[in-house]
Structures are given as structure tokens and as C-alpha cells.
């Protein structure tokens, strides 16, 4: 009769520890992200760049050898600092369509997340990218003067 109260006391104390545990590992999680929503914009932007750039060959694979990328962070002293853009440089697209820019934004869709995402780990709140697409001298297609070639995106 003693053993199955020292059982179900022992569980429980067990339970409290466990419990105990999981909650000190959330108040860390608490304290790191507090922590990334002391970074001035500058060193966001550093954190974000360095961490969401592409795989190069997992790029490569998605448009291309010879496409590149930029990421641009807003400019110094401006007040948005929640926008950022992605800029997708492509050596050719055909043919020069809505379908096939709107095919583009959506190959570029995991690489834009995973800046939006790293955006909202280093705190900024509302993250927004901006996608161009642009060819490789950063100019926009010859005869997508009319279309869709830049594409606000958010999560």
C-alpha cells in the first residue's frame, strides 16, 4: 500500500520537474528572441542576409546558371525598416508574359520565404519583401514595360 502512494508521488514529482524544464527552455527561446529586438536595423539586416542566402546549387537548379540574387535592405535614416528587397537577376526569360513572370515569383517563393521568415527571428515585425525581377544588368526585360515584374510578398 505504501509503494503505490511513493509511485504516484514520485510521478508527480516527476511531472512538476518535467513541466519545470520546458518551461525554463521557453523562457530561454523568450530571452533570444528579446534579444534579436535589441538589434539596431543594420545588424537585423546582417543577420537576415546572412542567413536566408540561397543555396547556390539549389538556385542554380531553380533558374539557372548565371542568375544571382541581391538582397536590399532599406535605405539609412528611412522609416520603413520592415521592407526588404529580393532581387532576382535572370540571363533570359521567354517569352516576355504576365504567365511567365507570375511563373517566376512562384519558383522564387521558397527563397522568399525564407528571408520573410528570418525577418520576423530577428524581430521585425510585419516583414515585407519586395520581389524584382530584373535582368542580369538590373534593368528590367525589354518589353515588360506593361507587366508585373515586382511583387510585394508577406507571411
Not at 513541466?19 to 530561454?28: I, N, Q, Y
Not at 525598416?81 to 521567354?94: A, M, T, W
Amino acid at each position: 500500500m505504501m509503494n503505490k502512494y511513493f509511485k504516484k508521488k514520485l510521478l508527480l514529482v516527476g511531472l512538476l520537474l518535467s513541466l519545470f524544464v520546458m518551461l525554463g527552455a521557453c523562457s530561454k527561446n523568450n530571452k533570444e528572441n528579446l534579444d534579436y529586438k535589441k538589434l539596431t536595423p543594420i545588424e537585423q539586416f546582417n543577420n537576415v542576409a546572412k542567413a536566408s542566402d540561397p543555396n547556390l546549387k539549389e538556385f542554380e537548379n531553380t533558374f539557372g546558371k548565371g542568375a544571382s540574387w541581391e538582397i536590399i535592405g532599406a535605405p539609412i535614416g528611412s522609416d520603413i525598416s520592415n521592407e526588404y528587397e529580393f532581387r532576382l537577376k535572370l540571363k533570359k526569360i521567354g517569352p516576355v508574359e504576365q504567365s511567365t513572370f507570375d511563373e517566376i515569383k512562384v519558383k522564387a517563393q521558397p527563397f522568399t520565404d525564407k528571408l520573410l521568415d528570418e525577418m520576423k527571428k530577428v524581430g521585425i515585425e510585419h516583414p515585407v519583401v519586395n520581389l524584382k525581377i530584373l535582368d542580369e544588368n538590373k534593368n528590367r526585360f525589354k518589353g515588360s514595360e506593361h507587366l508585373t515584374t515586382t511583387y510585394r510578398l508577406t507571411k
